[in-house]
Every structure is written in C-alpha cells, then in structure tokens.
C-alpha cells in the first residue's frame, strides 16, 4: 500500500535530476523562513522544557503548596496543553512554508513524492494516536471520579471507620485501574483483569469470606474494548512505523523544503510520543526506550531534554506497569498507596498525627482532581482540534497535489 | 458472640468488637457503666434491661426482635429526633454560646438503636457468607428489608452528624453506623452491578442475533414474535432489555445510595457496565468493532466495503435504538442527570463513529467507491440529529461540528469522485475500433454508473449543493438558465464528455456508414439506460431526450445515404435507354455491379453490430421499405429483356425476397462471415 517504497529503486536513478531543481528552489527568501521556522522550534520547546515557574522535585511528601507551583511541571495537564499549544503553532508554521506561494509542482517531484507520502502516512497514524489518547482521558476522568470519592470519604468528620473502609474501596479500584489499564491491553482484556481483580476483590458469591468490610475492588474496569482504536492496534508499533523512514535530511536536501518536512514531522512524532506516555494508551510496549530524535540540531535541544527526562521516567514505571505519566496521575497513584496503607492501619478514633497526615494528603489528592477537572476536557478537546488540523492540513496538501497533476490520488 | 464469628474474618475482627462495646454503651446515657454493656454485648444482646421505656416488648423475646419489628421504634426516634433538632433550629446559635446549655439539646439514644444496626449487620455478614440461597434481587421481602433498613441507617446517619449534641457525644455511634452504613452501600453496589450486568431479558443471543440480521426479508413477524416471547405483556423489553422490575430495583438503589451519600459510587458503577454492555452489544447486535484510520487506509477495498455496511447498521441502530435505550435508563435509574451519565457512556464511541466516516473519506480515491460514500453521507445526514439531540447542549455543537467536518469531507470526495469520472472519460483515448461498431465499453461503463448514481439523485444534489467549490463557475450560467441543478449539470458534462470521446472514437473506422452504426449504437443505449430509470431520466429532462433520439435519426439517415444511396443508383433508369431501345450490355453490367455491390454490403454488414433490437429491426424495416419497392420496380421493368433462362440466371442473382431475407440478416454481428449472400440464399 506504500509506493512510496516501491519507488526507491528508481528513486536513486533521479538524484542528478533532483540536484538541480533544487538550487533554483533555494531562494534566500525561503532560507530565511526555514532558519526562523527552526528558531521557533527551539524557543517554544526551551519554553516547554524550563517552564515559568522552576520545576520542584515531586517527592512523596510534597505539600499542596509546593504542588501548585509544580503545576507547569513537565507531563502535568497543564504541560500538556501547552504542548498541544506548541504542536498547533508549529503546524500552522510549516503549513505556511510548505504551501504558501508555492508552485504546486514542486512538491510533487522528487524527492517530495516520497517525503511528502510518507510524511502523510505519518499524519494518519497521528490521527489514531489522539483517538487513542481521546479514550485514554477518558479513562483519567474515570480515575479522578474514583480520586474524588475516596476524597469525600476521608473528608468526612469525625473520620469513622466507615468512612475510611468507603475510601480504601475506592484507591481499590484507582490503583488496580492505574496498574491494568496498559497490562490488561497487551493481553486484550482477558484473564490477567481477572487474577488482579481476584486479589483485590473476594467474591462474594463464590468464596465464603466477607469482601465489603475488606473495601474490595469491585467497581470493575472499562474493558478495553470500551476505549481501544482498534482490534489489533498498537501505539507502540504506530510510533514505530512512524520513525522508520524519518531520517535527517541529507546534502543539498538539508539546506531545503526537506528539512522543515522532517523537523515537522520528528515534532509530530514527539507530541504523539508523550501522549501515549501521558495517559492510558493501548498497547505501547517498548515505548520508553524507542524514539529516535536526532541528537545534534539545534532546534532538537530541548526536545531531546524533554524526551531523556520523560524516557527516564518512563523506563522506572514501565516495570512497574503504570497508566500513565501524567504528572497528577503519578502523583494520585502514589497518594493512592499511601492513603490506602493509612487505611489499612486506621483504627477508631483515629491517632491525631496519621489523621492529620492522612488530612494533607487528602487535601492533595483534592487538589489534584480539582486541576484534573478543570484541565482534562479542556486537553481532550485540544486534542480533537489537533486531530482536525491533521485532517485538514492532509486534505490541503493532497490538493495542491492534485492541482500539480502529478499525484491525482497518492496511495497513502 | 457467635453471631459474630462469620461476620469480619478479617483482621479488623477485633476492633469491630471493640467498637461494638462502645456503641452498645454508647446507646445508652452516657452515665451508664460500660461495665454493664460490655456484659450486654457479651451475652448477645439477651440482656436489655437497662431502659425498660425503650424495649417494653422486646423483653423475653428478643429473639423475634426483627429489623422490621425495631424499624417502627427507629421511625418514631428519628422523626422525633428531627422534630428537635427542627425545634433548636433557631435558637441553635445562641445554644453554641451557652456551653452548659448544650446538655439539653442533648438527647438519648436508645438502646434499640444499636440493636437495629447489629441486626443490620448480622444480615449483610449472612448475605456476604452466601448464606441466603436465593439471589437477593430475587427476593421481594430481602430487597424491601433492605433498602428500607438502609433509608433508616441512612437517616440516623443524617441526624447524627447534622446533630452538634450528637457529634459531641456519640462519636462511636456514629462510627458505627457510618461504618454498617458503608457495609451495606458496598453490598447494594455489588448487586446493583450485578444486576446490571446479569439481568438483561434478552441480551442478543447469536441466536437472535443471526435472526435480527435476516429480518430484512420476509421473516420480521415471525422474528418479532420470538422477540417478545419470553416476556409478554413487558412493553419495554427492546434496549437495553431490563425488565420494568428490574429497572424499579436499580432506581430504588441508586436512590438509597444517593440518599446515603454514595451516589458517585452507584453512577461509577452504573458508567463502567453500561459502556461495556454497550460495546459487548454492538458486536453481538451489528458485529461493529472499532477500526483504526489507519487500517481503514489499508484495508482493500472489498474489505472496507463489507466494514461500511456494519458500520452504517450499527450508526443507525445507534441513533434510533441503543443510544436512545441508554438516555431512557439512565433517565429512569439517575432522574435528572441522564445527560451527563449518557456523555459519558456514548460521547467517546460516537466521536469514534465519526472517525471511521473520516477514515474512509480519507482513503484513496475511486469510482467505486462513491456509493459507499454516499452510504455514510446518508447515514450522517439522516441518523445523527436524532442522535444529536441525546446529549446535552453543551456537547451539540461539538458534535455538530464534527459531523458537519466529516460530512462535507465526504461530499468533496463524492464530487471528485465525479471529476475524476469526467477526467477519466477525456483521457481514454484507446485506438482500437470496437468491432461492428457495437457499443464501447466506456459508454456502458459510464451508463451503467451514472444510472446507479442517480439512484442517490438526491443525495447527489444536496452534495453537489452544499460543498461544490466555487471553481466551476463557468458551469453556473446554463445552471441557472435550465434551472437544473449542479448535479443535473455536472451530469450533462459528462454526457457531453462522452459523447465528444465517442465522436472522436467514430472517426476510428475508416467505413462512414460504420461510424454511424457506432455513433447509432452508443446514442441508443444511452436513450435506452435514461428511459429505462426514472431518476436519470428526471434528472436529464425530456428535452434532452428529444435532442438525443433526432441526433439518433440523423445518424440512421447519414447511414441509409451513405450505404443505400449508392446502390439504389444502380437501379436508376438512366444510361438503359437509348433512343427507346434497351441497351442490354448496360443492363447487364447493371444487374452485375447491383448484385457485386449488395454482396459485398450483406458481407460486411452482417458483421456490424446493432445490439437494441428494436433499433436493428428498426433499420432493416427501413432499409428494406426503400430498397424492396426500388427493386421490384427495377426488376418489373427491365427483367424481360434478359432472355429467360441462362441469362436471367446468370444476371438476376436475387429475387426481391431475397433482398428482402438478406437485408435481415444485416447487423447480427455475425463474424463467421461463412453465410455468404449465396449460402443463404439457399435455405
């Protein structure tokens, strides 16, 4: 389905050719436009790397205080719609240079019908990832109701064991979601839901124990049928198949119309990439280690800065089979853990310190689903307006196509 | 203390015992020793003397103390307790200043209290051990106890913690009870999801299923009756298929639930079963499973058209069936907030609808294609404002938005789909003549298609209305004067287009007449495919119609010139007569070059194709009507001349009946060309 592929046999036959189209293509103009369009790049990712306000260490005991000021942190939902932010100016930025007073048939030659089939390609995998990433919300906005139950109960005074059993059940729930919803994908929803679920939730009809004092699990997952793209769509091997032909502009084509093509279509890549990271995703196994960015380019900098620190992350919880690293999800898993052994330990009256303890983190985990609620439908509408720029950027590319006669319908 | 072994096996087994202790003093005033309730609860609750007021009946027969006959007490208490509490109301403030005026407000609790919440809790440790043999939601009385215990302990709740007197002195009560209550909304929890999971009548069996697929034919009485069958008289039972009890019983819990304060458990519940039922039905229902965009790209397109089908299906039922299901039972289990909870179970999956439609609007281009687009372009049209209005408003437009996007997406690609048509009708340009000028494969290719094409004539119209860009303006002027619309026109175009690359095909065979035949062959069957539809045939108009069958006629005159001219020459009188005598070696040559050239048009027309039949008999009936009189003429005129015998045999080849049988055999296309004029004289 790739002509793109079948045509590199002869594609080497047409170099000569090529070189010479492309000293007139070269103008200073342009040279001008593609050093100011990779300037942009950098500032917007050095702005996206070193926020406003200086990140702080997350650390377990992190107040709610010091949580605000890291609410720019790198993976928060705030970072996150910036970063969508920065995806759609530089889209908008390489629409520009691509299309603009262009002659339609320049992007039709060579070596442009296979950069430009391929960079489509590479825009219709993105379109599955924000689908994906759409569903993934979902499911975070499934985890904050879970958040915000657990908070209502150990908000309650005075603080009683009924409570604190209502709260256990609901962090349950939370971090067996927070620990499936990627494991659960890999294996498509079948028994390994079930023995998590087991451990957690002591059937009440089948064994003889009592499961409500326990605060077992029993919500249930969203299978993932209910949030998947695809019967066998992987995330992991989408982001794959969208690097495999990405590569650095060589020759004459790097001082060109292909740099900005490769620039723009390794920022795609990344944005998708941290997606994928950020929230529950089906399947993405390997993720972590892979994702090829070009390591010496200036504009790249802080792109490679950002993609070492959340790959660094990443490779921590990937052991551990985590939903996402979103900041406020991370931070809501570990209050989970915490809030959940207070629980465990919690006897009526409750002891004055742990409560107060338990207090502050509760107040955190508030604070945390408040942002969640008041962030997470603002990044998924983002998200769809991202998608619809896609689309439509596509539709106007294959249009110009068209008009160049060249490509009346590319196979993409 | 038995009671108590098969209620907490946990580890919290003693603190719960503990907590016993105090709450049984704690139903006591608070100068009562906790010596004597320790001993109480020792010995199981057998001992109540300490408030002989409150437990008058309960003394000696405790053992038929039930919820039910404590609930009546409990009633009273809590009616009398908000009563109070409505009395303080007021004054409330001034009491906070008067610390040692609190002591009033504070009221007792009587013991019974604490023995409605051990009776409470005795039954969920039963209903935990599976204990009770029957389904609890099966059990009229079970459920009724319940839930009304669970409104009581719910209410006691309430009061206690909205009771400052309460909250000072009956801390432990109130853990008690809060930590039944929460025990008891686990339970309710667990049954409402497993009521909504395991108590769907008829959740589509494969059975069923494959039924519901067929009822396209003539089945549907039967298949309904099928349907209907395992409840009778249950209007309700369509989507989602829960019995009206079943439905009462979810809404009561959800309403007990809410009432205590867990109703964002309940509704957590009640989102994650119905997205899964939801999705587990539409593969059951309409064999609908999501597709990525990308493989929608890769699929073949034998592929994507059997996945469109099922997608349409399972749009539609969505809009008219399972959506609407979902708002009706979420209305009657969540009164007043079926919008938000409907959001969430159908908003991700309708945006993934939308992808699928964008998909396939995206995949390359081609002729083919167009019916399926237009497929989903109807479906969009027609099913999503039903299914619009299910959400709240806020979402409308969002939604709208999108579908407006993918619609015109698909719009565009059905009209290039047309251009591409047009494109492609100008640049077939193949050499080959198509044998005995039959009918060109292009012609009925693109009859063929435009006639199925206007079997979506509206649709058509509507998308070449809507999103048409503006740069066929040159084509607005004839639209506006004909008054026909941008479909009609580009159709006309293509018509025009046609007919332009057949004319220049006709100039392919060097024999005029044969062009004819050719340009004859392909008007007809356009006349033939417009006449034969009604849609096209509107969409063309009568006028052109007109037009087309006189430029036919002219085609069949240019041909009975061009073939039958020549030889009707031969049968003139000219060139015969010399000075009133016959001139006879005329005549001969006459009747040789007449018979040479008739054999040699029967020899080659016979091979020429004319496929309408009544377009063939047409012309052999015209031929004939100007060749048979012509001849008969000649022959009755200047057959005596040729001497009987030898002569006549040798000049006069045909009788006019053989003229007559040959001319009929013309345009059969008849290629074996071993029926010569002679052979087939013979038979």
Redo the contacts between chains.
Sequence with gaps: ?RPAQDNQGSFLGRISIRRNQFTDVNTEQEQEDLELFQKHIADRFTELLTPPPPPQPPSDETDTVASVAATEQIMSVTWLRKLMDVFLCCEAEFKAILLMGRDPTQISKPPFDRLVPEMLDRS??A??IC?AV??GI?SV??YQ??A??AV?ALE?R?L????V??AK??LANLLIALSIEDKENVSSGGGGNKTVERSWSFG????????????GA??????S???????N?SAAK?IHAMTANLTPPRGNEAAGLPLPMFIMSTVTVFVMWVLTAAVPCQERAGLANHLPVPKHLNWAQSLVGIHEKIGDEWKKKEKKGSAGLMEEMTRMEKLGHSLIEFADGF???AEKEAAESAAAQVAEMAEICRRMEEELVPLQ?QI?EVF?RI?RS??EILEVLEQAGKL????? | MEKNDD????H?DK??IE?KADVVSDAHPPDESDGNSKENVDVGNAETEHNPEDNVESQGEEIQQTLESLSEELDQLLSSLSLHKEEHKDDNTEEKEKGDQEDDDYFQIPQFVGKFLDLLEDK??K????EPKTVWYQDQEEVSSLLEAVDRVSNLMRLLLNTKSC?DHH??L??????????A???L??EF?ILLEESVIKETTDDTGSQRKSTEDAVVSQDNDQVTAPEPGDQEIEYPGYSEDVVALLRKIAEKMKAG??G??C???Y???R??I???TL?QDCEF???????V??MSWGELEREIPIWTKTFKNCSSLFFPGEVKLAEKIFPGDEGSLFC?VAH?LT??FL?FA?AVA?T???TEKLFKILDIYETLRDSFPPMEELFPEELRS?LRN?VT?VRS?LGESAINIFS?LE?SIKSDSSKTPVPGGAVHPLTRYTMNYLKYSCEYKDTLEQVFKSHSKMEQEEEEVPANNSACSAFASQLMRIMDLLDGNMEAKSKLYKDIPLSCIFMMNNGRYIVQKIKGSAEIHEVMGDTWCRRRSSELRNYHKSNQRETWGNLLGFLGHEGLMHNGKIVKPNLKERFKSFNATFDEIHKTQTTWVINDEQLQSELRVSITAVMIPAYRAFMARFGQYLDPGRQTEKYVKYQPEDIEDLIDELFDGNTSSSSTATAKRRT
């Design positions: 389905m219709i995998k379109l599955d689908t759409v569903n979902d906005r499934h109701r879970l915000e139950i209502a309650q005075p009683g064991d009924g409570n059993r209502r059940r609901a009440r009809r089948g064994g003889g124990s009592s499961a409500a004092s326990k605060g029993t919500i249930g997952q969203l299978k049928s209910s949030w998947a793209v695809g019967r769509w989408q006897h009526y009256p509408q769809r619809h689309v596509r539709a009346s319908a590319p196979v993409v | 209620k907490d096996p946990d919290n603190s719960i907590e969920l440790s209903y935990d051990s599976g909250l801390e432990p109130i853990n008690h009870a809060g930590s039944i209550q929460q025990r909304m686990a339970f929890e667990d999801r304060g867990y964002w458990e509704r957590e519940v989102l994650v079963g997205r899964n939801l999705m587990r593969k499973e999501k597709v990525s965009i990308d493989e790209q890769k969430i991700g945006i993934q992808g964008e995206m390359k281009r081609s969002e999108e996007s997406r591409d494109n």
